[in-house]
């Protein structure tokens, strides 16, 4: 019998992702899509428990909440080790909203370079509209916040950091916030729940861009913001009233996923390093950028916080021309941003993500003209090597 108890904190991860809310109506082990904007009432006066929240696990309206995406959501939130968990529309649905729960007008937010070109925007472009103040910080100046922001009453990062897998101390940053009172959100889209667990650490939100490793079949766009039970009212305004909620649709897609997200990233995670492994032998390469590789600048950061490497790393070829070379050699790889799904994926900072970056944020960010960004699939290994191995032959020697 298929019975309901994913409130049981010592399952694992894989566990809560497969085992979320039961069908009542048919037992079936697939949780159903719930396709529909409203639910009825039996009677007129049925409506004030609904919308006072007092009817139990009921449903008036899909922007308010849905049983498919409530499912995902549940599931997301146990798999956090959070007491709520809200899914959006899109990634930067989530950054959005899990930022402007904690900051009004008047306050200051402090965001660690480099992050991903949207919240990079966002951050620069629309807080300020609203009032609030930014500064983008090194990590290194976030370690000693009160020096550099001390006012700042919220610290945004995400680590790896997006396109050459920077990692941040999470530890450091939440001691940091901690001394000036800020509160911290990070995006842990790159790691994913199985790699990093930042609540265990003492975030206050987490974001994951759940359209990456969570959805893991490039078949979704979403985003999910998962905390403790204090920012839940908050959150959920931001869901409601700026309306940027996940279709059931796009839910059940999630659901499934979600039931083979931990053997994913798990593999991920193994092919990725012996991947790493092989690029750092190639002299045509100068440099590998992965987080568990041990001649990574945040190998140390990464081996505390990370259970492993994730399946992305940066390449550099050392000039445009070779990235390119071997980039539109690669027969297997596709060519195309985003990252974390079964399929390999690669691209080229300087003419996609980052092509209108300034010179001194791709500094920053680790990015040169000759960098790419791989994040390794689900295929065969030896099929990606040999992949690899065709594609470096094409770089020309002069390049
Ligand atoms: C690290 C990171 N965060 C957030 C986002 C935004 O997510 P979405 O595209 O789902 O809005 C992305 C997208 O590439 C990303 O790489």
Redesign the pocket.
């Known amino acids: 019998m298929h019975s309901q108890d994913n409130s049981q904190k010592k399952w694992g991860a894989a566990t809560h992702a497969i085992h979320g809310r039961p069908d009542k109506t048919y037992l079936s082990p697939t949780f159903p899509i719930y396709q529909t904007s409203t639910f009825a009432v039996a009677e007129s006066g049925d409506f004030a428990p609904l919308l006072e929240g007092t009817a139990g696990d009921a449903f008036v309206y899909t922007r308010y909440g849905n049983p498919t995406v409530a499912n995902v959501q549940e599931k997301l939130a146990a798999i956090h080790h959070a007491e709520v968990g809200l899914l959006f529309g899109?990634?930067?649905?989530a950054?959005a909203a899990a930022i402007l729960s904690q900051v009004k007008a008047g306050d200051t937010v402090a965001a660690i370079r480099p992050?991903?070109g949207?919240?990079y925007a966002f951050v620069n472009q629309m807080l300020p509209r609203a009032g609030i103040t930014t500064h983008f910080i090194t990590p290194e100046q976030a370690y000693e916040i009160e020096k550099h922001v001390p006012n700042a009453n919220l610290i945004y990062f995400?680590t790896p950091a997006?396109p050459t897998t920077i990692c941040i101390d999470i530890e450091a940053v939440v001691n940091a916030a901690r001394r000036i009172g800020a509160k911290t959100v990070i995006?842990n889209?790159?790691a994913s729940p199985i790699n990093t667990l930042p609540l265990d650490w003492g975030i206050d939100l987490v974001?994951e861009?759940?359209?990456?490793f969570i959805g893991g079949h490039s078949d979704v766009?979403?985003?999910a913001v998962l905390g403790r039970a204090e920012h839940a009212e908050a959150l959920h305004q931001q869901l409601i009233y700026y309306g940027g909620c996940a279709s059931p649709i796009e839910a059940f897609l999630l659901d499934r996923s979600l039931k083979t997200l931990k053997m994913r990233v798990l593999y991920q995670n193994d092919q990725a390093l012996k991947i790493a492994q092989f690029f750092e032998a190639e002299p045509v390469v100068q440099r590998v950028f992965y987080p568990h590789l041990p001649s990574s600048p945040d190998y140390l950061v990464a081996k505390k916080q990370m259970v492993g490497g994730s399946g992305v790393m940066a390449l550099d070829f050392g000039s445009l021309e070779a990235a390119v070379a071997f980039v539109d050699a690669l027969k297997v790889v596709v060519n195309a941003?985003?990252?974390g799904s079964v399929e390999s994926l690669v691209t080229i900072p300087v003419l996609s993500?980052h092509a209108r970056v300034d010179d001194a944020e791709r500094l920053l960010a680790r990015v040169n003209p000759g960098t790419v960004r791989l994040s390794i699939g689900a295929e065969d290994f030896d099929d990606l090597i040999a992949d690899f191995e065709q594609a470096i032959q094409k770089i020309p020697v002069t390049a």
């Open positions: 899109s990634g930067m649905a950054i992050v991903y949207g919240t995400e997006n995006d889209t790159f974001v861009s759940v359209t990456k766009i979403s985003g941003v985003s990252l993500t």
